[in-house]
């Protein structure tokens, strides 16, 4: 596993720290690229953990949601990302999980528990403004970027489209994926004709490719999201309601977000900070107290993480078809706390 400079400095640092830390408490954790939601939450926590002494984490970046949380499963790694679709699909043995079975998917799915939960960012629609995309009608016929080759930003990049525009991936138009590292250069470089991504506000991806011209970004349209079909989808598993009124974010030079009322609407992919059933109980506790202690600092991290709910919303995206629990370490925590754990979420 290649380890970032982020994970290699953050070693040297917390080694200093080995006399007094758990010398057994070295953690392993895998987390999506930088400049997002999950990699930031996740080296946050690392850097907490080490202060706190709690345990000191190797993470390596830039990883898919897929591989990472089998990864935990199967016990190869401590701590990982995983989007709550993702655990879905894993114990039924589907999606990017159908070559495991449903029986073994299952298996490995009940290895998984919860320290934490939150929302990693909406779902946009966005084009440079010299492009033939203009909007959600107008995707049918384009080249669409929408995902890294598998997990679940690609599942539900090409549902959202389907349910905007009716526009279905490989029918109506050319749905091409990278990986993540790459989406930056893709975007700019002309590719697509339009982008269906997870964003967030402001977006890492986005801002780095203003630089080659000026962009839309287009909410769900009011009409839509309030239809039964948008509103089934957001209940469906792992995924959210992310709506908040856009004069709360500061303009970005460049940028035109477009919504008919000035509300900004759309799905959010609901994630989790996962680790093996079998961690010990005090370390679970330890590190998900350390989540709801320094909730503040979370937030505050990077602007983009303000709308993430982290340790603010317990149980948020669980229950239902998503068949993972908390750690019995976290519901300790959370109780401590004075907060409420759903009994659908305790193990």
Known sequence: MKLTKFALALAASASLLAATANAQNVLTAETGPPGTVPFTAMTTLAEIASAEKIANFQVADGQTATNSLQNLAEGKTDVSIAPLILTFLMKKGAGPYAKLGKEKGAELASNVRVLHTYGYGGFGLFAYNSASVKGWDSVKGKTILNGPPRGAALTNGR????????????????????????????????????????????????????????????????????GDRMQKYIKSPGTGALVFDLKTLPPQKGLTIVSEDGIWRSPQTVGAEVVHKDMDFDLAKALTAAVIKNADAFQKKAPYMATTSIATSVGLGMCGPVPVKYHPGAVAAYEEAGMTVPDCAKP
């Open 159 to 226: 549902g959202i489209l389907t349910l905007v525009s009716g526009a279905d991936d490989g029918k109506d138009y050319k749905g091409i994926q990278v990986n993540w590292g790459q989406m930056a250069k893709t975007i700019s470089d002309g590719s697509a004709d339009g982008m269906l991504l997870p964003v967030t506000f402001p977006d890492n991806r986005i801002t780095r490719s203003l630089a080659a011209g000026d962009m839309t970004l287009w909410s769900i349209p009011k009409a839509i999201w309030e």
